[in-house]
């Protein structure tokens, strides 16, 4: 079995034998691998955070499923304002079951602090893929787009007034295209009618402590902006 019908099986389209008799011609195995992964991440439904909740944690859509301990996925406040988003778990947040509580997560509850927020206060902290990537390498493009669907309806329910992306699979997942963090950083982007600020992943930021001042910039924007909106809320 190659690893298309792997995913098809997976997703329980493969034989495809089991969809004869459909009135409708059948789809192709990419079509139906989409369709199928639309329907699992919940994005054509309006379902709530329990069931969110429960899909990503039965999700097996992509292969990092297989090799990480359990999905990873998100804490904070449920109504936020503020919502922050990294690439992916990390060993100790695969150990734990929470976004950020590793080294890198005490850089980010410390960046937190210096704008007067909270983990959990208004806050949600999120990732652009739910299982950890073996040996902590980036997340491929098939496995982004398998999981972002799960994150746009976290946002969806959250309907958060901001949301920062953190490091360069954030944002460009967040963007849908492929640029370099320094020529994204320092200006405001949209992401669906929501204010986008860009910066540095903590993780980053602990192996080029000079650039905590770029960072520092960006989280002033975003304040600025934050600001901004509720004076004009
Ligand atoms: N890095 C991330 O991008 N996310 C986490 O949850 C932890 C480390």
């Given at each position: 079995m190659n690893r298309e019908e792997a995913v098809l099986k997976?997703?329980?389209?493969?034989?495809?034998?089991?969809?004869?008799?459909?009135?409708?011609?059948?789809?192709?195995?990419?079509?139906?691998?989409?369709?199928?992964?639309?329907?699992?991440?919940g994005q054509s439904?309006?379902?709530?955070?329990?069931?969110?909740?429960?899909?990503?944690?039965?999700?097996?859509?992509?292969?990092l499923r297989a090799g990480c301990k359990q999905t990873v996925f998100g804490v904070g406040d449920e109504?936020?304002?503020w919502l922050f988003v990294g690439e992916g778990p990390g060993a100790d947040e695969d150990e734990r079951g929470e976004p950020f509580v590793g080294q890198a997560g005490k850089l980010l509850d410390n960046m937190l602090a210096v704008i007067g927020l909270k983990r959990g206060k208004d806050v949600y902290i999120g990732n652009i893929v739910k299982c950890r990537p073996p040996g902590n390498r980036v997340p491929e493009a098939d496995e982004i787009a398998q999981c972002l669907p799960f994150l746009q309806r976290q946002i969806k329910l959250i309907q958060p007034k901001l949301i920062v992306a953190l490091g360069k699979t954030a944002a460009t997942a967040l963007l849908g295209k492929d640029a370099a963090l320094a020529s994204l950083r320092g200006k405001l982007h949209d992401?669906?009618?929501?204010?986008?600020?860009?910066?540095?992943?903590?993780?980053y930021l602990l192996r080029a402590p000079m650039e905590k001042a770029k960072a520092w910039q960006d989280l002033c924007l975003a304040v600025e902006t934050m600001n901004n909106r509720a004076s004009s809320d």
């Open positions: 997976e997703l329980n389209l493969y034989p495809e034998w089991v969809q004869r008799g459909r009135p409708d011609p059948l789809p192709s195995p990419v079509e139906a691998r989409e369709r199928a992964v639309e329907d699992q991440a439904s309006e379902f709530g955070w329990p069931e969110l909740k429960a899909r990503v944690r039965g999700c097996t859509a992509c292969k109504k936020a304002g992401f669906g009618g929501i204010p986008l600020v860009i910066t540095y992943h903590p993780a």
